[in-house]
């Protein structure tokens, strides 16, 4: 049992990580058919009884002789006494105060025959090329159109005995023959040329005594009575009985007396089970254990087969009763009566000796169907759907491993697909920076245009008209309007050229405090004389921009600047910058001569300023009158 929850909790993990990701059955198919197999296969198991609480017995089972190897093969046989049809065989594992079973084979086969040779036999099982689990569960083998009196178990790989590895053993608890409904091979004859014989544990003859460990058949649920009780004695050696009758005289095949295990008693099983007892149809006993003690069944039924009885009332008289706690009882769930399969006593009238009667106890309980753990089922069946269960528990141990290997599939294809997306990142990287890298070379390529054409236009025009003044002032004799007219050339040569080699000098993204800080010396420079008052209304110092954006707003500065200075006849300049928000604001106000906005011509350089705003998606607006000075504002986005 305990290696059942490992397979099943090892399942569960593969399982929840299947549901949880959806891509590993996408990388690989096979985990998705898993998927479906494992739900068929809970929904299969949903409708199987559920494994039962292990019920430990003194009366083990049967227990072979010891073997130096696990190849030694050892059998058991049992004889049903005549030749029987066969529904089916049931093999119940050995337990032994553990969660799984005790010594069951590795390999084993089962065969069934009418010679006790079995020189010709029919197989039933054969389980001999690969290794069983020890799962606590039964093997429903089934037998139909076989008709034999033998049946034989033979083990072909035995288990190591516990805690020995130089000792092979092989135990079962028990062997069930069904035909027409019933266990026929209940303490038939049983040959074992090599057993162990160890009372009360281990004997041939406890492999068919209907006591193992697998608890009542029934279904749990909320339906549930304890049975009926007797009267509480001081002492063991009363008489106690109860009787059903069944109506009229009828054929009764088995007797079936199921113990009780009332809730408030829970470690009590076989609860008020007589230590002594005998069972009478009509005053005819057909079964009598008043001379020796019973074994207590625990939870088990306890079946007395009774072919050709006929029979109206069945009493079962307790001679020795069973101990409770310094006082003495007899109580039984479940009386039965089976004929056909039918459970002929279910529902008749009960009569008894005396009773204890509470909403548990009461005397019809004992023919309601119902034992203290649930409702009473069909033997056959539910040992059939318990089979059932540890086929699809295993079927569900090996799906697991099968996941888990297409899980482990799915995982490598991931890695590999992984591999393969950085590869591809990392190109694409490789190849993004390339790309970044010759979109940089043609920024600066065009950024040398412009600046060569900056040169030219700029320091080039300054530098010509410095030749022309100085030949106009040889010729002329006029040396000191000339001289003032090439000193102001020169200087505002000097000025472009810092100019220019501040925007070749700031590198790729230079920062706005860089730009405002050449605006600031170049005002100084182009306004000297003039009251100039310069303001930076922001103080982030982080914020950065593209040589273009810087070339654009210097340039634009600049010649507005020199604008005023040449044309203004101002006597006080406002400056204003700031940013927010990547916007950038620009304010230049004078309070000169002023002009006409409307009545400006191309030589004014108005047109070359809003050329320049334009060029960086700029908003430049000039607001001037004749008398009242000129404003010139610009609003732009960084880039």
Same mark, same amino acid.
């Given at each position: 049992m305990l290696m059942l929850k490992r397979l099943l909790l090892s399942f569960g993990m593969v399982a929840a990580a299947v549901q949880a990701g959806g891509p590993w059955a996408w990388l690989n198919g096979e985990i998705a058919k898993g998927e479906a197999q494992r739900q068929a296969l809970e929904s299969e198991l949903a409708a199987l009884p559920a494994f039962p609480q292990p019920q430990p017995h003194e009366r083990a089972g049967f227990h072979s002789g010891f073997a130096p190897r696990a190849d030694v093969v050892r059998w058991v046989q049992v004889d049903l006494g005549v030749e029987r049809e066969l529904d089916a065989v049931v093999v119940v594992p050995a337990m032994l105060g553990a969660a799984? !079973? /005790?010594?069951?084979?590795?390999?084993?086969? =089962?065969?069934?025959?009418?010679?006790?040779?079995?020189? #010709?036999?029919?197989?039933?099982? #054969? /389980?001999?090329?690969?290794?069983?689990?020890s799962v606590l569960a039964p093997w429903h083998i089934a037998a139909h159109d076989v008709k034999a009196r033998y049946v034989r178990f033979t083990a072909t790989k035995l288990s190591p005995q516990p805690g020995m590895s130089s000792r092979f053993i092989f135990c079962l608890g028990e062997v069930l023959v069904l035909s027409e409904g019933r266990n026929v091979a209940l303490r038939c004859d049983v040959l074992a040329p090599n057993a162990v014989e160890t009372l009360p544990t281990?004997?041939?003859?406890?492999?068919? #005594?209907?006591? /193992?460990?697998?608890?009542?058949?029934?279904?749990?649920? +909320?339906?549930?009575?304890?049975?009926w009780h007797s009267a509480i004695s001081p002492t063991a050696d009363a008489t106690k009985w109860v009787q059903a009758d069944l109506g009229s005289k009828q054929r009764v095949e088995e007797i079936?007396?199921?113990p009780a295990h009332p809730r408030d008693y829970p470690d009590r099983f076989g609860?008020?089970?007589?230590?002594?007892?005998?069972?009478?149809?009509?005053?005819?006993?057909?079964?009598?254990?008043?001379?020796a003690d019973f074994p207590n069944p625990g939870?088990?039924? =306890? !079946?007395?087969?009774?072919?050709?009885?006929?029979?109206?009332?069945?009493?079962?008289?307790?001679?020795?009763?069973?101990?409770?706690?310094? #006082? *003495?009882?007899?109580?039984?769930?479940?009386?039965?009566? *089976?004929?056909? &399969?039918?459970n002929l006593a279910l529902g008749s009238a009960v009569t008894s000796s005396d009773e204890t009667t509470t909403v548990a106890w009461k005397s019809g309980h004992l023919v309601d169907g119902l034992s203290s753990s649930g409702v009473l089922i069909d033997e056959a069946e539910w040992l059939a759907g318990l089979s059932k269960r540890r086929e699809l528990t295993a079927d569900l141990g090996t799906l697991a491993f099968a996941q888990a290997a297409a899980?482990?599939?799915?995982?490598?294809?991931?890695?590999?697909?992984?591999?393969? =997306?950085?590869? &591809?990142?990392?190109?694409?990287?490789v190849g993004a920076v390339l790309h970044s890298r010759r979109l940089r070379e043609r920024e600066m390529e065009t950024l040398r245009q412009r600046i060569s054409r900056d040169l030219h236009d700029e320091i080039g025009s300054h530098?010509?008209?410095?030749?022309?003044?100085?030949?106009?002032?040889?010729?002329?004799?006029?040396?000191?309007?000339?001289?003032?007219?090439?000193?102001?050339?020169?200087? +505002?040569?000097?000025?472009?050229?810092?100019?220019?080699?501040?925007? =070749?000098?700031?590198?790729?993204?230079?920062?706005?405090?860089?730009?405002?800080?050449?605006?600031?010396q170049s005002a100084a420079a182009l306004l000297k004389g003039i009251d100039t008052h310069f303001q930076v209304a922001t103080r982030d110092d982080a914020t950065t921009a593209s040589l273009t954006f810087h070339r654009q707003v210097f340039l634009l500065f600049r010649e507005a600047v020199h604008n005023i200075a040449k044309h203004a006849n101002t006597t006080k300049v406002e400056i204003e910058v700031s940013w927010q928000s990547r916007r950038f604001h620009l304010r230049i106000e004078d309070n000169g001569r002023g002009f006409d906005v409307a009545a400006v011509t191309a030589g004014n350089g108005l047109a070359n300023l809003r050329h320049r705003a334009e060029v960086i998606g700029g908003e430049l607006h000039v607001t001037s009158e004749p008398g009242n000075g000129t404003r010139i504002t610009l609003e732009v986005s960084i880039s």
């Open positions: 799984e !079973a /005790y010594g069951f084979p590795k390999r084993f086969r =089962v065969d069934a025959s009418n010679d006790p040779l079995f020189a #010709d036999s029919v197989p039933l099982l #054969d /389980y001999t090329n690969d290794d069983a689990s281990w004997s041939p003859k406890h492999l068919v #005594d209907g006591t /193992y460990a697998l608890g009542l058949p029934v279904t749990a649920g +909320e339906k549930y009575s304890n049975g079936r007396l199921i609860f008020g089970f007589p230590r002594r007892f005998k069972i009478e149809a009509d005053e005819q006993t057909i079964f009598d254990s008043t001379n939870d088990t039924p =306890v !079946a007395i087969p009774t072919p050709g009885l006929q029979a109206k009332n069945i009493r079962i008289t307790a001679t020795r009763l069973w101990e409770r706690s310094g #006082d *003495f009882v007899f109580a039984l769930a479940e009386l039965q009566a *089976f004929a056909g &399969g039918k899980l482990g599939v799915a995982q490598t294809r991931a890695v590999w697909l992984a591999g393969l =997306v950085l590869l &591809g990142g990392a190109s694409f990287a530098l010509g008209s410095i030749r022309l003044m100085s030949e106009l002032a040889l010729r002329e004799g006029s040396a000191s309007e000339s001289l003032d007219e090439i000193h102001r050339l020169a200087r +505002e040569a000097a000025e472009s050229m810092r100019g220019i080699v501040w925007l =070749v000098r700031e590198g790729d993204a230079p920062k706005l405090t860089s730009l405002v800080e050449a605006m600031r």
